[in-house]
């Protein structure tokens, strides 16, 4: 009996060990009680948004809309840094008298040609920004590579009025003329993104959407502009985006480091 009593005594004392090396067994992916934690990560990604121009923009341009592309690092601890590019289009000119385009357009906002006809011109705000960007993914589950996104960016951001004259009949629209009519600015711009980045552990479903903020300020690139004249000691000029933004992330790289728990 004594030795019955050893035996179990003994038996016991070494049950949590090997409960414990049990649970250190990997398990397959589609267990439910498998767990993925962080892993480093290298994304390629395309993007598309919608935007609502604010300050100077929105005294010149309608919403409009982008597309974008980058390459996105993410760390293991889930800071992002990443190289972004977007460019901007379908912004409808405000100004229905084109007055920007000075004394080239009459009192009824008429542009005529050299032929004495009326022109056929097209006006279309363009934007463009690049730049780089820091970030951080905070999981909401298990799966510890999706989350809530919290980003910041800054770059260069550019603006300009697009002008197409389809006929070519416009001489003061030609080479370098053109560039006193579009207005063209730049500067330092910044920029707050707050979304839900989704990626999938089967690799094909990675996209991500939310909210994004521009705030820019841009100054005239062109020395003169024939609506407003010489342009050396303008001030920048403050403007900015409110967007809804939609990405979708393409796996380059990827470092697993799995952990697997078992739940009684």
Sequence with gaps: MKRFILLLFIGLCSLPAALQAQSHIRTD?????????SATMVWAGVN?????????LKEW???????GANVLYKSKSNWTLDAAFSYMFGANIRDTSFAFLGDLANDDGIVWDGNGMKATL???GRYWMFGLGVGKIIPVNRWKNSGVWLRF????????IRINDYDHQVPQLDKNYLKGYDHLSGGFAMT???????NQKNRILNFYGGIEFYECWTKPMRNYIFYEGPTAGMKSRFSGLVSLKVGWNIPLYEKKSVTTFYYR
Excluded: I
Excluded at 29 to 37: E, G, I, L
Excluded at 153 to 160: D, E, N, R, T
Excluded at 192 to 198: R, S
């Design 48 to 56: 598309m948004a919608g935007h609502l121009p604010m300050g100077y």
């Design 29 to 37: 992916f589609k267990d439910k009680n498998y767990v993925d934690t």
């Design 122 to 124: 097209y006006f279309e």
């Design 192 to 198: 707050q993104f707050v979304g839900y980045l989704f």
């Design 153 to 160: 960016g800054a770059g260069y951001f550019g603006h300009k």
């Design 61 to 67: 341009f309608k919403p409009n809309l982008s597309v």
